[in-house]
């Protein structure tokens, strides 16, 4: 055959699976994939002088040189690679130094000698700390994280490398001035700032840079470099955490080293870095658990991965819980294990006798649990058919918190220093964001606890009760619940004469008894104070009261045993609970039916009712118009004569308000003063009454006609008014009334209300000559031990001790001592509520110096009094 003919025929018959074989593994020759011959069954062609003859065996031509050219174009694109790979750091992927120093030459020598570049030396500060503290792995990791930053503030045209163990070269290309080179080292420290180096480490990652600039500090690779070496010593002997350029150091020559280049080495204390197992294992734990949000997602799917990495059985954490033992928090397991946490927690004890397991790593391993020396623990480990087992411990602040342990179940197991110390980088990683997420825990559960539990009885909150309540009624539809509203009557005075301790002993006793009792309460709370909330069921009304006035009674006898000489009054409101309404207006009401009560001198409870759902309706109606009325002057003044008992003479009045509607409507004072009270409106009907009277006073005086004190009373809340004393002194001061026509009624509540204030306002308004007298004086049980401390001109005694009929002897008793003792006091003595000739009679004998009552008078518009005042002067 001539040159042209081949020299050597071979048929060989090929199915399509053999031709794939066959040009996977042979070098094709460019363009020889269309030298061939395409018969009815089969192809010829040539390769290496061999006439190669394949049997289209139901394949297809084309199907078939589409995968040769597949195949080459994987060849070279892995042929790319591999020359890629050759010019990289094995770690960071960035240039490596001897690849980096050749393609910087190539460009500087074809650089013109007016353009600009600069060379970076970029070292990491302290880095050694990062792998002391936290392992070589983690720091690989770091590592790789600051390269991939690098890249992203650099352009495609400058140069990245990796000259050092913590070093970086920068080549940046075509600089126009200094200003961005200090803009770029501003962002490279931007990067070492951002990157993350351990959750529970002080270490705070920064870098020091030197830098040359061509072909001012050199025109060549070499020279540039020793210029920006020296920048980068000079810069980290005077302030590190900095950039510095080589033009602008102080004897600059005396920083140069010509050989600096050699001193930048990658040594490696161990094959970290060629190892594939480290690196891909601790890139993943780091980048899961830095980028994923939910850090129990992001546990569990590391946690499989580690286990399939390590081809282990299964993979757990324990931690230490409430009651120090260690439990199982998180599991991973083969697909053929069913995955059971108890099983684990069986195998360890307590956590105080496992810390010594581990060894100054926080290392504990056992390569073959057969061969292992402790009995009792082989049998639990042999239980679980674990033979080999590794456990990396969790510290914090070096107090062993859990551990991380991972575990073969199927043969004895030599766990390598690679799986050692990647397990050590991998549980450092887990712990440092694991014992962040369970401080947060801690932290939000002590939040719930304050948002939905009161400190002092640990009873749920009134936020809590709402939201149990509202799904109490969901559960149980057809079930009617009420809320039942109680409190402690007159609860500041046991505050106040037994003590702040003692106090919160009988509001944890009280919270003790409503959360365990025979009412079946199906949701407890303390919402202010003394007030408590219960829901219980509502079966029968009358079984429900006569149930909480038991249990009511109950805490009065026991407390009663224990603080002798106090009574514990119980006041209980109950409302049924309306589905179709929010919560909110079942306890409200719940709380006017307590309040109806409140004043009683004996433990009771009250159901709201439509009585009190009109008067809460008739609230609303005045709070809408009371501001109206009191510019219309609907309030008018009525007068009730006060009797002088030794002449039965005139000697006083004291002023009540009537709200007058219209002509035909006259609204009594126990209609709205209660409500004026709690809306804060008391303060200005009182000053507007304050005046009326003033007005009355002034204008007696003034046309010569008889004059005698008036009192007006004094709520509450004015005692915490400052300047409450100087207000009724400015108005009356106005008028040009004289202090001592003006008798200011201070109800005997307020001082055990407030005591220290309405002592100090009594004081004042007395020394001032203001008239000063104690309202309702005996209506508590606090009265005697509050009277050696009152400086006041009048006790009114209440007319309680005053009923329908006769006085029982045990009144006249009381009465008649009372009596005795303020007239001891230099005080004088008024009692209210005087009805009958007998009363009056009493009281004269017993030389009390005042009556007030239906007997003399009811109260009267201040015309019937001035008539009846003149008569009183003209007859005496």
């Known amino acids: 055959m001539d040159g042209k003919d081949k020299t050597l025929r071979k048929r060989n018959l090929y199915t399509k699976e053999q031709m794939m074989d066959f040009f996977t593994n042979i070098t094709l020759p460019d363009g020889m994939i269309s030298n061939y011959i395409e018969k009815d069954n089969y192809i010829e062609f040539v390769y290496e002088d061999t006439i190669y003859s394949a049997l289209i065996d139901g394949g297809n031509w084309t199907e078939i040189k589409e995968e040769m050219f597949r195949q080459k174009e994987r060849k070279l694109k892995e042929s ?13 992927r960035l240039f490596n130094k001897e690849y980096t120093r050749q393609i910087i030459d190539e460009f500087l020598a074809a650089s013109k000698p007016d353009s600009k570049h600069a060379l970076m030396i970029v ?6 700390v990062v792998n002391e503290n936290l392992g070589y792995l983690f720091g690989d990791t770091v590592l790789i994280n600051i390269a991939d930053s690098l890249r992203k503030i650099f352009y495609d045209t400058d140069i990245p490398g990796r000259i050092g163990g913590d070093e970086f070269l920068i080549f940046l290309k075509n600089v126009d001035n200094q200003e961005v080179l200090k803009d770029k080292a501003e962002e490279i420290y931007s990067v070492f700032r951002n990157t993350y180096t351990g959750e529970n480490t002080n270490y705070s990652m920064s870098c020091s840079i030197g830098i040359g600039v061509y072909p001012d500090d050199g025109a060549d690779f070499e020279q540039l470099f020793s210029k920006a070496d020296a920048a980068l010593i000079y810069t980290r002997e005077n302030q590190k955490n900095y950039y510095g350029f080589y033009r602008e150091i102080e004897n600059s020559s005396s920083y140069i080293d010509t050989g600096c280049y050699e001193k930048y080495k990658i040594t490696k204390t161990r094959a970290y870095g060629s190892n594939n197992f480290d690196k891909e294992i601790t890139a993943f734990a780091f980048d899961i658990m830095s980028r994923t949000k939910d850090v129990n997602s992001a546990i569990n799917l590391l946690l499989t991965k580690v286990r399939a990495q390590f081809d282990c059985s299964h993979i757990c954490i324990l931690e230490n819980s409430i009651n120090s033992q260690l439990i199982t928090t998180y599991l991973s397991c083969k697909d053929e294990i069913k995955p059971d946490k108890s099983k684990f927690n069986n195998f360890v004890l307590e956590l105080n006798d496992n810390t010594s397991r581990f060894d100054e790593n926080g290392i504990f391993f056992i390569n073959n649990v057969t061969a292992w020396n402790e009995e009792y623990e082989i049998d639990i480990l042999k239980t679980m058919h674990i033979q080999a087992l590794l456990q990396c ?11 991380v342990s991972i575990h073969d179940n199927e043969k004895p197991r030599y766990w390598t220093q690679y799986e050692i110390d990647s397990m050590v980088t991998i549980t450092k990683i887990i712990s440092s964001y694991l014992l962040k997420m369970r401080a947060s825990e801690r932290a939000n559960e002590q939040l719930y606890k304050i948002k939905n539990y009161d400190a002092l009885t640990g009873l749920p909150s009134l936020h809590k009760f709402k939201k149990d309540v509202r799904k109490l009624l969901a559960d149980n539809p057809r079930q009617k619940y009420v809320i039942i509203y109680s409190d402690i009557t007159q609860f500041k005075y046991i505050n106040d004469t037994l003590g702040y301790d003692v106090g919160d002993r009988i509001l944890s006793d009280f919270a003790m008894l409503i959360s365990c009792n025979g009412t079946k309460m199906d949701g407890v709370a303390r919402i202010s104070e003394d007030n408590f909330l219960a829901a219980c069921p509502l079966i029968d009304e009358k079984v429900l009261k006569d149930n909480i006035l038991l249990l009511n009674e109950q805490f009065n006898i026991k407390q009663r045993s224990k603080y002798p000489g106090n009574k514990f009054i119980i006041a209980s409101g109950v409302s049924v609970i309306d589905p179709a309404e929010d919560i909110s207006v079942a306890i409200d009401n719940a709380n006017v039916a307590r309040k109806s009560i409140k004043n009683s001198s004996k433990t009771d409870c009250k159901f709201f009712d439509n009585s009190m759902k009109v008067k809460l309706q008739r609230e609303a109606e005045i709070t809408n118009s009371m501001e109206q009325a009191l510019k219309n002057s609907e309030f008018i003044v009525y007068l009730q004569p006060k009797i002088g008992l030794t002449d039965n003479n005139l000697v006083g009045a004291e002023a009540l308000v009537r709200w007058k509607k219209n002509e035909n409507t006259l609204i009594p004072p126990n209609d709205f003063i209660p409500l004026f009270e709690r809306n804060g ?33 004094v709520s509450r809340i004015h005692l915490n008014d400052e300047n409450f004393v100087n207000e009724i002194k400015k108005l009356v001061d106005h008028y040009a009334i004289p202090y001592h026509l003006l008798e200011l009624e201070l109800t005997e509540s307020i001082f055990l209300n407030n005591a220290e204030a309405a002592l100090t306002t009594m004081k004042k308004l007395r020394k001032l000559g203001f008239g000063v007298s104690i309202d309702d004086f005996g209506a508590g049980y606090s009265s005697l031990n509050l009277l050696k401390n009152m400086e006041t001109d009048v006790i009114k005694l209440d007319k309680e001790f005053f009923g329908k009929g006769d006085m029982q002897k045990e009144e006249q008793i009381i009465v008649s001592s009372i009596i005795s003792m303020a007239k001891q006091l230099n005080m004088k003595v008024l009692s209210e509520g005087v009805e009958t000739q007998t009363q009056s009679d009493f009281l004269k004998t017993v030389d009390c110096d005042m009556a007030q009552g239906y007997l003399y008078s009811k109260p009267i518009p201040v015309e019937d009094f001035e008539f009846l005042m003149k008569n009183t002067y003209t007859n005496n």
């Open 681 to 713: 409106f008391v303060v200005n009907l009182d000053f507007y009454i304050y005046e009326e009277v003033c007005k009355l006073l002034h204008y007696w005086i003034n046309n010569n006609l008889p004059v005698v004190p008036i009192s007006v009373n």
């Open 393 to 403: 411990g969790i510290f914090e602040n070096g107090v062993l918190k859990g551990c």
């Open 123 to 128: 070292d990491i500060d302290n880095f050694q």
């Open 80 to 92: 790319y690679r591999m020359k890629e790979l050759e010019k990289q750091d094995s770690l960071t």
